[in-house]
């Protein structure tokens, strides 16, 4: 079964700092991506997602995640965050055909204003 | 708001009490998911239904029971809950029937908050 990693329990970033969030994976097979956020008190939101194609995809306010196969990896970045983007972010893996979405334990964003 | 709604938002219950969550999409989904989310844990998938089948279920114990009547509906009925069980339980949709299809997403309900004392 694939299983996914999140180096970064805790970022600490100032406003206009870019963001990097690492995100790994291990499965070999064909694999669906995601990245999803959590804002304080509200429900997981679908940040972006990688199914096949250009592997840099472009989500919601302003994020972006590069998917790179021979390091499994799934990086989420943002040139400039801002404080609203305070949260908590996890990336997720679901082999393809399969039921089995894994998530990583998350990292918490604080952008200090 | 995604369309996926939790009902109770935040739930109590003591260890010999029998209570039930429930979830509703207004998507016309036809898979339906329930996780557990704990504190410093990844989310865990519990059970998976499509087409009102049960098509996953990852070692729950059977103090958890789901039930799917249709495919707008979810419910999970506890019973004999222990302290550890207390979390935030997340039920999400999808299109389609097999969730690793092409372009399949999730998408989240907001949480039942669970205590058990």
């Known amino acids: 079964a694939q299983s996914v990693s999140q180096h970064n329990h805790h970022v600490i970033l100032s406003e206009a700092a870019s963001l990097e969030l690492g995100c790994n994976y291990s499965y070999g097979g064909t694999v669906n991506l995601f990245w999803y956020v959590q804002y304080p008190g509200q429900h997981l939101q679908l940040l972006l997602k990688y199914f096949s194609g250009d592997p840099l995809v472009k989500g919601i306010k302003g994020f972006e995640a590069e998917f790179i196969k021979s390091k499994f990896s799934f990086n989420l970045r943002k040139p400039s965050v801002q404080w609203s983007d305070t949260a908590e972010y996890f990336c997720a893996v679901i082999a393809y055909n399969n039921n089995d979405m894994r998530f990583g334990a998350g990292t918490r964003l604080t952008v200090k204003p | 708001e995604t369309g996926v709604t939790q009902t109770p938002r935040h739930l109590v219950m003591g260890m010999t009490n029998k209570k039930s969550l429930k979830c509703e999409q207004h998507l016309g989904h036809n898979a339906m998911y329930w996780y557990k989310q704990s504190a410093k844990k990844p989310l865990e998938l519990m059970f998976v239904?499509?087409?009102?089948?049960?098509?996953e279920n990852n070692s729950v114990p059977s103090r958890f029971s789901p039930e799917c009547p249709n495919s707008s509906h979810l419910f999970l009925h506890l019973h004999t809950l222990q302290p550890e069980d207390s979390a935030l339980y997340l039920c999400?949709?999808?299109?389609?029937?097999?969730?690793?299809?092409?372009?399949?997403?999730?998408?989240f309900g907001p949480g039942t908050r669970l205590l058990v004392l």
């Open positions: 999400a949709s999808s299109p389609h029937t097999s969730a690793g299809g092409p372009e399949e997403t999730q998408y």
């Open positions: 239904y499509s087409l009102e089948e049960r098509v």
